[in-house]
């Protein structure tokens, strides 16, 4: 068998067939999915991926984190696997392909190595990595970092919903606690294919990505208390507000992310209001501010602001004030050798490209820590995500899982 070819493509229906069937499970409200991590909704997600991976001929293993891993061998049992993935879990209101198209994609590629009768020396493994998202149990990217070492397994099977439910017991409970010991597995290389998640890609009419960095982010979880009192009987100047401190903070995060223009963003996006009654003031807020940089010195001096601005303005209005960090990673710079032979897999299929920094954040960014790692993306509909009306084209799904398949046929070295 000699390399992929040029005009070796990916079966684009069977592709979108795949991504349209995932969709219906753990449907939204909108066309879009609340596919969220150890619900029941994912491990019947989980149970679809593994039945596709086994009819695909792979063997399926998983680890205490529930992390996936579907390898197909390669003549060489010796060297180290290929992996390719990313998350099937969803946001609350999420879209139908963040995460999804990296796994399914990369299904998709073993699907189309046996249509082709591809062997390559190198195994493949295809992943799903178990919380990417962090909406229902923060920090995003949990499992993966918990792979890479970053966070101890006792550390994520603590962290606790927002109905106080505990990781390890929902893990547990959908029965996708796996055997195997996170992380003990060692890599060769590491492909993720992503939707942008971003206008960059749409507005530049590219169709590819090529992914060479990824910013970095906080998340900083802040509880303000104050004092619960009556919103018509209570005099405005002996009020101690905690709800109006969570929106004074909330102003400051945004100017601060302004004032570091290009190249910064920042945003509240979960709050928590306690007693959460209409006529009530608020005595208690717990909200997490997000702010992220693809330059590691805005990034720090972000955090540096928002955390003076948070105990300022606590101080004016007489609350107290507390500040976790709930998420962090640095900026990340993916292998460059694997960045050029993506660049030059897109090249080959005569699609365009440019070069791209990840504005979301992904496992590829926690796996680059532990093996030579790159991305891939395709553009999405008005750069919307996080969103149900999130949109992709099929063409575009087929254009990165194409590239996807090139990239990994050549890291993986095709063998006859
Ligand atoms: O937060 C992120 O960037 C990713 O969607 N988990
Ligand atoms: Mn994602
Ligand atoms: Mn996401």
């Known amino acids: 068998m000699t390399a992929a070819g040029a005009n070796q493509r990916i079966n684009s229906a069977r592709l979108w067939d795949s991504l349209g069937e995932m969709a219906l499970i753990g449907p939204g409200v909108a066309g879009g999915c609340n596919r969220q991590t150890l619900t029941d909704a994912d491990g019947a997600g989980r149970h679809l991926f593994q039945r596709w991976c086994q009819a695909a001929g792979m063997a399926m293993g998983v680890d205490t984190m529930g992390n996936m891993f579907a390898t197909r061998p390669g003549t060489d049992p010796d060297a180290l696997p290929v992996y390719m993935g990313s998350h099937l879990d969803t946001q609350p209101t999420g879209g139908r392909y ?15 190595m046996n249509d082709l009768g591809i062997q390559t020396r190198h195994p493949i493994v295809v992943t799903n990595w178990t919380n990417e998202e962090g909406a229902r149990f923060a920090p995003a990217m949990l499992a993966s970092g918990v792979f890479a070492g970053l966070h101890t397994q006792d550390y994520a099977y603590a962290r606790t919903d927002m109905d106080g439910l505990r990781f390890g017991d929902e893990l547990a409970r959908i029965g996708w606690v796996g055997d195997e010991v996170v992380g003990a597995r060692k890599m060769h290389a590491m492909l993720e294919l992503h939707i942008e998640q971003g206008p960059i890609l749409e507005a530049e009419g590219k169709e590819i990505g090529v992914v060479t960095h990824g910013q970095g982010l906080w998340w900083l979880e802040i509880t303000l208390t104050g004092r619960d009192a009556h919103t018509g009987s209570t005099p405005m100047a002996m009020r101690v507000n905690a709800g109006l401190g969570m929106a004074r903070i909330t ?11 290009p190249g910064a963003v920042g945003a509240v996006g979960q709050v928590k209001v306690f007693p959460n009654s209409r006529n009530v003031i608020p005595g208690k807020v717990i909200f997490t501010v997000d702010i992220r940089s693809p330059d590691q010195t805005k990034l720090d001096l972000m955090r540096g602001e928002v955390e003076r601005a948070a105990f300022a303005v606590a101080a004016e209005l007489g609350l107290g004030c507390s500040i976790e960090p709930v998420g962090h990673f640095d900026p990340v710079t993916f292998d460059p050798n694997l960045v050029k032979i993506v660049r030059q897999s897109a090249e080959k299929l005569g699609l365009s490209h440019m070069d791209i920094i990840s504005g979301a954040g992904h496992d590829a960014c926690w796996i680059n820590r532990v093996a030579p790692t790159v991305m891939i993306m395709c553009p999405c509909v008005g750069g919307l995500s996080h969103n149900e009306a999130e949109e992709i084209s099929p063409q575009w799904a087929a254009a990165g899982t194409d590239v996807l398949l090139h990239a990994v046929l050549d890291v993986a070295g095709v063998v006859g």
């Open 98 to 112: 963040d995460g999804v198209l990296g796994v399914l994609g990369a299904l998709e590629v073993v699907r189309t």
């Open 251 to 261: 102003e400051r995060v945004h100017q601060i992310a302004m004032g570091h223009q």
